[in-house]
Nanobody
């Protein structure tokens, strides 16, 4: 059974930074993604890491967010810099049952396991 637990959310001013963490257990396929959902909006893929290690990012966060994984700690990170008010949302990490490649880590419908989320608020 795959379990995902996010942490690191909080409130920051625009231009600030946050690091989100997702502790993972039971995910041998190595494919994971970060998603976010703002009130009244659909859940969207933000950053993903495919089974071959390739990283993908939504256009809205390219150049500002990075994704990394510490295998020794079984933890996936999302480093968010130059935060904007429109980044305000609940952030989730997720994983599929099978290996994934390309843009798949950014597709919510392809994910089978989800964490409970961590809230990020960016004030102007």
């Amino acid at each position: 059974q795959v379990q995902l637990v996010e942490s690191g959310g909080g409130s920051v001013q625009a231009g600030g930074s946050l690091r989100l963490s997702c502790v993972v257990s039971g995910n041998p396929v190595g494919c994971m993604g970060w998603f976010r959902q703002a009130p009244g909006k659909e859940r969207e893929g933000v950053a993903g890491r495919a089974s071959d290690g390739e990283a993908r990012f939504a256009d809205s966060v390219k150049g500002r967010f990075t994704i990394s994984k510490d295998n020794a700690k079984n933890t996936l990170y999302l480093d968010m810099n130059s935060l904007k008010p429109e980044d305000t949302a609940t952030y989730y990490c997720a994983a599929p049952r099978t290996s994934c490649y390309g843009i798949v880590p950014l597709i919510a419908a392809r994910m089978n396991y989800w964490g409970k989320g961590t809230s990020v608020t960016v004030s102007s």
